[in-house]
């Protein structure tokens, strides 16, 4: 059974007979005099042959060397274009699943753009879109893709981009009886309140800035998602609070109507924003790359 030949010996080969000179030839390979002088007698060994011979003050291949130099040559070339060159990709050759850890907010507004962008260019391409859970989502070791949203993943060598920043506003159901008045801070905290938790917190950045003005609200219940808790809005007087560019659509679709919090609650840094995260891990895959852009091309897109 013939050996893999060692690809080293074979790049010195190549700069030994383009150079004719065993200096020369460890110049160009950035390796020392000795190293290039053993890499030849190993040569000589493998092929049995001498491969260069003394010609005056420098070195002459011999027929074998030059026979075996362009097809040597060559390959080294192709085997430099495999390594450096980045080839161009069919992306509708492209099997590929990719997984996208998300809430349900995004997924409104993701799932139909994504899929119009990937399956005219990548009909093979399929996305799963995964719901977020109380535990913080790992890219480095899961085989999620991506994290779309107010990010929660902490692992440090990760990718961040913010896409936008968004506000907080107040979600009711149309007829709520807190739209017969101004909605003043009194009014706002005489409501029942309904959060939405994915741990099930019935208190959060709101109460926080109460707590800060001497003022409490009230929230008897708390639901695991935004969209589960619009869909509670639209049977009870509860009132809830969500982002207003991220969940713009749902509330119009659903027939919720949204207002403005009061001033003395909502300070300017109260704010979400809307992010992508990936693993650095991805950075040299084309397919991944293009994707991610596919991603961002449909959160710039959000009205």
Not at 99 to 108: E, G
Not at 113 to 127: D, G, H, M, S
Not at 191 to 220: C, F, M, P, V, Y
Request: glycine share 4%; net charge negative.
């Amino acid at each position: 059974m013939k050996t893999f030949p060692d690809l080293n010996l074979l790049v010195v080969l190549d700069a030994l007979i383009s150079e004719g000179s065993v200096t020369k030839a460890a110049n160009r390979l950035n390796i020392s005099t000795p190293a290039a002088s053993r890499a030849l007698s190993r040569l000589r060994i493998e092929l049995s042959d001498e491969i260069m011979v003394r010609s005056g003050r420098g070195l002459t291949p011999t027929a074998k060397a030059i026979a075996l130099h362009e097809r040597v040559h060559r390959l080294i070339e192709e085997l430099s274009d495999v390594a450096f060159v980045e080839q161009p990709v069919d992306l509708s050759l492209v099997h590929r699943d990719f997984r996208v850890a998300t809430n349900d907010s995004l997924i409104c507004y993701m799932v139909g753009p994504i899929l119009e962008l990937t399956r005219t260019l990548a009909p093979n391409v399929r996305v799963s879109f995964i719901a977020e859970s109380m535990e913080t989502v790992s890219l480095r070791d899961s085989p999620i893709d991506l994290e779309l949203g107010i990010l929660h993943n902490t692992e440090p060598e990760v990718h961040r981009e913010t896409v936008f920043t968004d506000r907080f506003i107040g979600v009711a159901r149309a007829g709520h009886p807190i739209f017969d008045k101004e909605i003043t801070l009194d009014r706002y905290l005489a409501a029942t309140h309904l959060s939405h938790s994915r741990a099930g917190n019935l208190h959060g950045k709101i109460d926080e800035q109460l707590a800060k003005i001497g003022r409490t609200r009230t929230t008897i219940s708390s639901t695991p998602t935004v969209g589960s808790s619009f869909i509670t809005l639209l049977n009870t007087d509860l009132i809830s609070t969500c982002l207003e560019r991220l969940n713009r659509k749902a509330t119009e679709q659903l027939g919720l109507n949204y207002f403005e919090l009061p001033e003395e609650i909502i300070p300017r840094s109260l704010t979400g924003q809307i992010s992508i995260a990936w693993h650095p891990k991805h950075d040299s895959d084309p397919v991944h790359t293009w994707f991610r852009a596919c991603i961002l091309q449909a959160l710039q897109e959000i009205p």
